[in-house]
């Protein structure tokens, strides 16, 4: 499924939108757990189920790392789970998610064909809303300060040194660059721009490349306008950066956008705008990568439990709960209207070339795995350039020798 068409047919649908259901239709009488990522939209999806009775939802920015146990549990130790096409894969994998078409054609009339992610002929999730990093920027300091939107990276080095001269913010710059999965994937995003490939058709590694260069050459030109701590900066800990007047610019996550401009929480309501991720190199796509997020329901739990699960989630999936929380998410629900704040995303997704979606793929779970790792190590000083890509194939290689991809 292609992510250009997932964003597009959502937006559209905004023409499609059906009648609403002002409350849950049906009182729920068995519990309802589930696990899943904080951002805000999930928070709106898990509220509105909710609203069926005894739901009890866990929002945990670390369920990438607690999902497969539990998932794999018997019986599971929850029965629905948030995830995203990058973290999909590891439970695919191990067969702890069930099919679900006999679930939507009994209760998925409301479910646009592009909500259905299809693995193997089989439809394995529902899609609730499309992501992913694009540049938010302060827009008054660009425009006091006479600064175009970037349009490359180096337009933000070159935007960077014009901020930080004028001392308007504590940093120019702020980056999803927490040690860990984070970082990984903001090599991701710039190892992509510059052309790169993660492994070879015979899956040995391939980041140890010109473009596995670059990519650490601009990350690493890009810290000297961050806070120093970046090493622990998650999507979370930017979100608070921009809501505090702290930064003028980063590459965020399209979900956080809302949070902007809440003004219980935010000091720049109304303030931040939203562009296309910026080009690694001239003629490139943007560097980024494009997701998915959505429902999938346990395989260890039974048909009744599944059945039940699934009815609750549809109630939170709804165009009410849309209607409600429109600004929170890139919805690919029936309802969404496209706000200010979603025109970064949009942009990204709809640039020729387009960026690619993040890979589900068994060896691209080792790799992310492997970056995380032996990055941090190149950003503290211990580590060169050449020697961490070293160690990042190396990492990757016993890795996938280990599941048996590579002999």
């Known amino acids: 499924m292609i992510f250009r068409?997932?964003?597009?047919?959502?937006?559209?649908?905004?023409?499609?939108?059906?009648?609403?259901?002002?409350?849950?239709?049906?009182?729920n009488t068995q519990e309802v757990t589930m696990?899943?990522?904080?951002f805000e939209a999930w928070k709106s999806?898990?509220?509105?189920?909710?609203?069926?009775?005894?739901?009890?939802?866990?929002?945990?920015?670390?369920?990438?790392?607690?999902?497969?146990a539990a998932f794999a549990a018997n019986p599971s130790l929850y029965q629905l789970g948030g995830v995203s096409n990058g973290t999909i894969t590891p439970l695919l994998a191990e067969g702890t998610i069930r099919?679900?078409?006999?679930?939507?054609?009994?209760?998925?009339?409301?479910?646009?064909?592009n909500q259905l992610i299809k693995v193997d002929g089989k439809t394995m999730a529902i899609a609730m809303m499309v992501n992913t990093q694009h540049m938010m920027y302060r827009k008054d300091i660009f425009e006091d300060l006479g600064i175009d939107v970037p349009a490359t990276w180096d337009d933000v080095l070159a935007a960077a040194e014009t901020i930080k001269a004028a001392g308007v913010v504590d940093y120019p710059l702020g980056a999803t660059m927490q040690s860990g999965w984070n970082l990984a994937q903001d090599f991701n995003n710039m190892f992509l721009g510059f052309g790169g490939t993660f492994v070879n058709a015979d899956s040995t590694p391939a980041v140890n490349s010109e473009a596995?260069?670059?990519?650490?050459?601009?990350?690493?030109?890009?810290?000297?306008?961050?806070?120093?701590?970046?090493?622990?900066?998650?999507?979370?800990?930017?979100?608070?950066?921009?809501?505090?007047?702290?930064?003028?610019?980063?590459?965020l996550w399209a979900s956080r956008g809302s949070a902007m401009d809440d003004p219980n929480e935010s000091q720049v309501v109304g303030k931040v705008g939203a562009a296309a991720a910026p080009l690694a190199m001239e003629g490139g796509a943007p560097a980024t990568t494009l997701w998915w997020d959505g429902i999938v329901v346990a395989a260890n739990i039974s048909d009744e439990e599944a059945d039940n699960a699934f009815r609750v989630?549809?109630?939170?999936?709804?165009?009410?709960?849309?209607?409600?929380?429109n600004a929170d998410a890139i919805w690919l629900i029936q309802g969404y209207q496209p706000n200010d704040m979603a025109q970064g995303a949009i942009a990204t997704a709809t640039a020729s070339p387009a960026p690619a979606p993040y890979p589900?793929?068994?060896?691209?779970?080792?790799?992310?795995?492997?970056?995380?790792?032996?990055?941090?190590?190149?950003?503290?000083?211990?580590?060169?350039?050449?020697?961490?890509?070293?160690?990042?194939?190396?990492?990757?290689?016993?890795?996938?020798?280990?599941a048996g991809i590579l002999k």
């Not at 696990?35 to 904080?38: E, H, I, P, Q, T």
């Not at 809501?243 to 590459?251: E, L, T």
């Not at 999936?317 to 849309?322: C, F, I, N, R």
């Open 313 to 325: 989630a549809m109630e939170g999936l709804d165009t009410d709960m849309v209607t409600e929380n």
């Open 5 to 27: 068409h997932l964003l597009l047919a959502g937006a559209a649908s905004l023409a499609m939108a059906a009648a609403a259901q002002a409350d849950c239709a049906f009182e």
């Open 35 to 38: 696990l899943s990522a904080g």
């Open 360 to 402: 589900s793929t068994a060896q691209m779970g080792l790799m992310h795995t492997a970056l995380g790792n032996e990055l941090p190590a190149f950003f503290t000083g211990e580590r060169s350039a050449q020697a961490t890509l070293e160690a990042i194939e190396a990492a990757y290689t016993t890795a996938a020798q280990e």
């Open 212 to 251: 596995g260069m670059k990519a650490l050459e601009m990350m690493k030109a890009l810290t000297a306008y961050m806070d120093p701590e970046y090493l622990v900066s998650d999507s979370t800990y930017v979100q608070q950066q921009f809501q505090q007047g702290k930064i003028a610019m980063a590459n």
């Open 45 to 68: 999806v898990t509220d509105a189920m909710a609203e069926c009775g005894n739901v009890n939802a866990e929002l945990d920015q670390e369920f990438r790392t607690k999902q497969p």
């Open 99 to 113: 099919p679900l078409d006999d679930l939507v054609a009994k209760y998925g009339g409301g479910l646009s064909p």
